[in-house]
């Protein structure tokens, strides 16, 4: 994000200065916000009580528990045997 955020403002200063036409994607000054949206890939999720040295990082699903899409939360499921388990299987 911070990449994304240097680029355009970098990108401002060139053009400001530059007579030719702007680019198909430019930087209006004072525009940019980011908003940081958490996602997990499917069988992943967020577990701030088993990993509070990093309670917004992915991390696998255990068993009994799935996630089936971008989430972040891994639901419980009693048929989920395996870790990552990207969907609850019907016994």
């Known amino acids: 994000i911070i990449l994304i955020e ?4 970098h990108q401002a200063q060139i053009t400001r200065k530059s ?6 994607i430019y930087y209006i000054e004072g525009t940019l916000q980011m908003v940081w949206i958490d ?3 499917p069988g992943y999720g967020m577990n ?13 699903c255990g068993p009994g528990s799935y ?3 971008d989430g972040t939360h891994c639901l419980p499921c009693n048929n989920s045997f ?4 990207k969907k ?4």
Do not use: K, T, W
């Open 67 to 69: 996630n089936p899409s």
């Open 19 to 24: 007579s030719e036409p702007l680019p198909e």
């Open 39 to 41: 996602r997990c890939y």
């Open 88 to 91: 609850c299987p019907q016994l």
């Open 82 to 85: 395996i870790y990552g388990a």
């Open 48 to 60: 701030p009580v088993s990993h509070p040295d990093c309670p917004d990082c992915c991390v696998v």
């Open 6 to 9: 240097n680029f355009f403002m």
